[in-house]
């Protein structure tokens, strides 16, 4: 999967707790980006970083925040995960603006 | 909201008919791409149209875009069980550094 490796695979969560997401690259991409996944809503951009440090919100950003001091990282955290939270997240990375996407496997989690 | 909008939700044909799938985008762009995800995994690409280009191909796939009506479909010809997926079309904006999908089509093949 063109090197992209998601962290963790599978997590269940307490409502209130933070959680942290890993997106781990390693093809030197400058562009990386989070989305979200829920049945009737396809992919929605929650953040997205096109360089270390630079990184802007997407279209459903409230409630997460990221964070990129390397290139081959993206950091996805919930401050204090909610039940609407609960969804598959998934990591993409992009050598350019406009460029193909690649995607990681994905992130399953719940918050109960 | 999202700017790419497929049409139809879900498509069910038999295997060896062809299938076409809309996208629909609301600002100007630079390129359109076409995804397709499996159950359960990852999306992959399948190609890109710059947006001064009208049409192009890729094996048993057709992309036309019309930027005059933001719009764009996918023809997949001679369908087998295994094109049986989720397909996706992403815009970037114009110009924005982002890569918006729309909701998707979800496409059966039938044996």
């Known amino acids: 999967d063109a090197g992209i490796t998601q962290s963790p695979r599978h997590k269940v969560t307490e409502t209130g707790t933070p959680v942290t997401l890993r997106c781990h690259q390693t093809e030197n991409h400058r562009y990386m980006y989070w989305y979200r996944q829920d049945p009737g809503h396809g992919l929605r951009l929650i953040h997205y970083s096109y360089g270390v440090k630079d990184t802007d919100k997407g279209e459903v950003s409230d409630g997460y925040s990221v964070s990129r001091s390397k290139t081959e990282d993206f950091l996805l955290t919930l401050e204090s995960a909610t039940s609407s939270q609960t969804s598959v997240y998934f990591c993409?990375?992009?050598?350019?603006?406009?460029?193909?996407?690649?995607f990681g496997q994905g992130t399953r989690l719940t918050v109960v | 909201s999202q700017q790419g909008e497929e049409d139809p939700q879900a498509l069910s044909i038999q295997e060896g008919e062809n299938a076409t799938m809309n996208c629909s985008y609301k600002?100007?762009?630079?390129?359109l791409q076409w995804y397709r995800q499996n159950s359960g995994r990852g999306l992959v690409h399948l190609i890109l149209?710059?947006?001064?280009?009208r049409e192009k191909h890729s094996g048993r796939l057709r992309v036309t875009l019309d930027t005059s009506k933001k719009s764009s479909s996918l023809l997949i010809t001679a369908s087998r069980a295994a094109d049986t997926a989720s397909y996706f079309c992403?815009?970037?904006?114009?110009?924005?550094?982002?890569?918006?999908f729309g909701q998707g089509t979800r496409l059966t093949i039938n044996p």
């Open positions: 993409a990375i992009s050598v350019g603006q406009g460029s193909e996407a690649f």
């Open positions: 992403a815009t970037d904006g114009g110009g924005a550094q982002k890569l918006v």
């Open positions: 600002t100007s762009i630079n390129n």
């Open positions: 149209i710059r947006s001064n280009e």
